[in-house]
């Protein structure tokens, strides 16, 4: 009997061992969390002023149509710059000097000026005249990053019109000052956005 209870310890004590016999391995699992940032000009990318009467040539256009909706997703807070060469005669060789166009901005999302944005150019009177280097248009106020529904706008322009920080002579003086000449210039606006 002894031999039987000393045979059932053993083997208990064998199962017990087996039961908690383990062997273990890991999974490195890694999340790689990357900044989104996109701007996109949605609609209004090609802009065309055309200058035919006195009036126009002395007093600009504080209204162009259409105005560009521009759509802003970042994860991160940003600030846009916006910038471009002087216009350029599609001949070549004859400048009409970038100032003499201007923007001002509008907030179609949720988020608005003064709050989760800055700008300083909000409307008609108000204009940035654009130049030639990359200058602050839109930029962080208290959290700007977001999505479209937030972070929208209506980019506003104007040529001419003498407002803001826009060019102070005329188009009709500049022209009659042969600053430039009659014809058909061109120049590509570029909008940047610079996470925080």
Known sequence: ????????????????????????????????LQDVTLIDVTAGDAIVVTFATADEY??????????????????????????????EIVAGGVFIPINNIGVWCE?????????????????????????????????NGSDNAGDPSETSFNLNWEMGSMEGGMNGTSMFDQLSNDDFTVGTYNTVI???????
């Open 1 to 32: 009997m002894k031999k039987l209870i000393i045979i059932l310890v053993a083997l208990f004590a064998m199962q017990t061992t087996s039961v908690f016999a383990q062997t273990t391995d890991i999974v490195d699992f890694q999340a790689i």
């Open 58 to 87: 002395n007093n600009g256009f504080d209204v162009i149509t259409p105005v560009t909706t521009v759509e802003v997703t970042a994860l991160l807070n940003w600030d846009m710059t916006i910038q471009a060469p002087d216009l």
């Open 107 to 139: 907030s179609t999302g949720t988020f608005t000026f003064g709050t989760e944005l800055t700008c300083a150019y909000t409307t008609i009177t108000t204009p940035k005249g654009l130049t030639n280097a990359a200058e602050d248009l839109i930029t």
């Open 190 to 196: 570029t909008l940047t956005l610079v996470t925080l």
